[in-house]
């Protein structure tokens, strides 16, 4: 069975750090492409991130220069480390795999960016 | 970068009724379409790939159609656990943006 399960959100100070991470059971993240979706409060979603099976990265503009996509394929996970947080970076982050579309989905982790 | 507005922003039927949600992408995404549902507090679930393919499980009442630049999910027969809302997603190229999303709510 294919699940993802988040880790990491929380509460943070702008200008601070965290890294979130999904651990995926039920597929090989290595070898799909994974990807982070966020959705702020009462909003809608859009595309953080993404990594291929090549290991290729790609970033939404709004976090280009600030967040860093990774995997560790011993541990069959995949992270988002994100710096320099935002107050306009608070949102639910869902990780996803993308084989044909977004077909599986973790249950979100809450970043909370705030003073 | 392609923006997807998706028409109406609210649909008001009663269960039985059919759904028609539109989204139209500002330059052609080509059959690169998905669209999903989204109940509150939960994460999104895919419908429909590369415009027109139901995924694993989602059942027969739900559909796509389009390509290039106009879109549309029908459900034939709304069912209770249908009132939700629905995104559409381009997945040509990167970043995958989504549409505003239409919210189907009961009349």
């Known amino acids: 069975e294919v699940q993802l399960v988040e880790s990491g959100g929380g509460l943070i100070q702008p200008g601070g750090s965290l890294r979130l991470s999904c651990a995926a059971s039920?597929?090989?993240?290595?070898?799909?492409?994974m990807s982070w979706v966020r959705q702020a409060p009462g909003k809608g979603l859009e595309g953080v991130s993404i990594i291929n099976g090549g290991g290729d990265t790609y970033y939404a503009d709004s976090v280009k220069g600030r967040f860093t996509i990774s995997r560790d394929n011993s541990k069959n996970t995949l992270f988002l480390q994100m710096n320099s947080l935002r107050v306009e970076d608070t949102a639910v982050y869902y990780c996803?795999?993308?084989?044909?579309?977004?077909?599986?989905w973790g249950q979100g982790t809450l970043v909370t960016v705030s003073s | 970068e392609v923006v997807l507005t998706q028409s109406p922003a609210t649909l008001s039927l009663s269960p039985g009724e059919r759904a028609t949600l539109s989204c139209r992408a500002s330059q052609s995404v080509y059959s690169y379409l998905a669209w999903y549902q989204q109940k509150p507090g939960q994460a999104p679930r895919l419908l429909i790939y590369d415009a027109s393919n139901r995924a694993t499980g989602i059942p027969a009442r739900f559909s796509g159609s389009g390509s290039g630049t106009d879109f549309s999910l029908t459900i034939s027969s709304l069912e209770p656990e249908d009132f939700a809302v629905y995104y559409c997603q381009r997945r040509d190229n990167w970043p995958w943006t989504f549409g505003q999303g239409t919210t189907v709510e009961i009349k």
């Open positions: 996803a795999r993308d084989l044909r579309g977004s077909d599986f």
């Open positions: 039920g597929f090989t993240v290595s070898t799909t492409h």
